[in-house]
């Protein structure tokens, strides 16, 4: 996932109107809250640093108080610490990189010392922090995949056809190999098992069938994708894996791997555009069209998402038994509570167009609550 809205340019951040809002230092510790809850206690406690030290970083300050728009929405709070931990990864900071790596072998520093390190970061690598903040969030976390597959296969059970994907915000298209990696769902297996990416989320609630998948062609677009190639873009995708997550780090670092060996269809543009063209195109008969997104559609403007939703809805008109459509979205739900697996079907049939909830998720797919597609 990556934003399929443009980056935000670094000049027309700052906007001092909202200084005395004090909302960059409460959106900070909503974060820490969230990620402690999550147990991710390396973040929380930089995040609660932060927004005890962010006073001594006006500069920075004043960007995220004069933000134009959502700073939850955005991933603002995100972005900054993916900064921070690009930083202590790099070595630029030594004393940072110390901290994280002695949080990470689970001895965590106590406030003063995060306060102490952080005031020093951020006298020194405040301009860096702000190039972070001025682009989009790249998180291409390929455990989400186990939802797809999960879905796909129950869309399999009801009527077996090899398909055809297209993902919205592919980031560095990792997700584009998810026939190529091993997916444990609940009882069911799916996938290549003798694969180095292996997924295995925690599983409640029913199996999905254990049914053939086959993907013959997969594609995806983002504004701003990475190459998979460039190692500098590959290190952007590991300072986004959250500080001390040595799972999703390692299976990142496979699924690279995979990769830069089946090298992934990632187009440059509109998420809405590339769409409209894709669905535009011939459909082969007795394939299913699939288009797939997660945690994406937060950062898509009102009238992208509109947008994105035209396009479906002129391409479903069209589908048929023989030609069938598909959309399956992992996203957060509107009060942003809970994060929802939504899928929705088109073949033509009476059933047509209706949108099933098929799991609540852990927003990195730690944990699947799987509900499948009941109706139909």
């Known amino acids: 996932m990556s934003a399929t809205a443009e980056a935000l340019p670094l000049q027309i951040l700052p906007n001092a109107s909202g200084l005395a809002d004090g909302r960059a230092e409460a959106q900070l510790l909503i974060e820490a809250a969230k990620a402690r809850a999550f147990g991710k206690t390396i973040v929380a406690a930089v995040l609660e640093s932060l927004a005890r030290v962010l006073p001594c970083a006006p500069r920075m300050r004043v960007c995220i108080e004069g933000w134009p728009g959502d700073l939850a929405g955005a991933g603002v709070i995100f972005r900054i610490n993916a900064g921070l931990h690009a930083l202590a990864r790099s070595g630029r900071h030594a004393a940072l990189q110390q901290l994280y790596r002695t949080a990470e072998r689970g001895a965590l520093p106590g406030p003063d010392r995060f306060d102490a390190v952080l ?24 455990a989400r995949v186990a939802g797809f597959v999960a879905a796909l296969l129950e869309l399999n059970a009801r009527a077996p056809l090899p398909c055809e994907l297209l993902e919205l915000g592919t980031s560095a298209g990792l997700n584009l190999n998810l026939a190529r990696y091993g997916c444990q769902l609940g009882d069911t297996h799916s996938g290549d098992g003798q694969s180095a990416v292996r997924i295995a989320p925690r599983w409640k609630g029913r199996t999905p069938p254990a049914v053939p998948l086959l993907v013959e062609r997969a594609l995806g677009v983002d504004l701003s994708p990475l190459d998979i190639r460039d190692d500098d873009d590959c290190e952007r995708l590991h300072a986004y894996i959250w500080a001390g997550e040595r799972v999703r780090t390692e299976r990142l670092r496979a699924a690279i791997a995979v990769a830069r060996a089946h ?30 997104h997660s945690m994406v559609v937060q950062y898509m403007p009102e009238v992208e998402r509109a947008a994105v939703d035209a396009a479906l809805t002129l391409a479903a008109a069209a589908a048929t038994p023989d030609r069938p459509l598909a959309r399956i979205g992992m996203e957060w739900s509107a009060d942003r509570s809970t994060v929802e697996l939504r899928v929705t079907s088109w073949d033509g049939g009476e059933n047509a167009g209706q949108t099933m909830i098929a799991a609540h998720c852990h927003p990195y797919a730690e944990w699947f609550d799987w509900h499948g597609l009941l109706t139909g």
Do not use: F, K, Y
Request: aromatic share 4%; net charge positive.
């Open 119 to 142: 005031i020093d970061v951020l006298a020194r690598h405040t301009p860096d922090l702000l190039q972070w903040m001025s682009g989009p969030t790249q998180t291409n976390e390929v």
């Open 263 to 292: 090298l992934p269809q990632v187009d440059t543009g509109l998420a809405s555009r590339w769409l409209a063209r894709q669905l535009a195109q011939p459909q082969r008969m007795g394939t299913r069209r699939v288009v797939v």
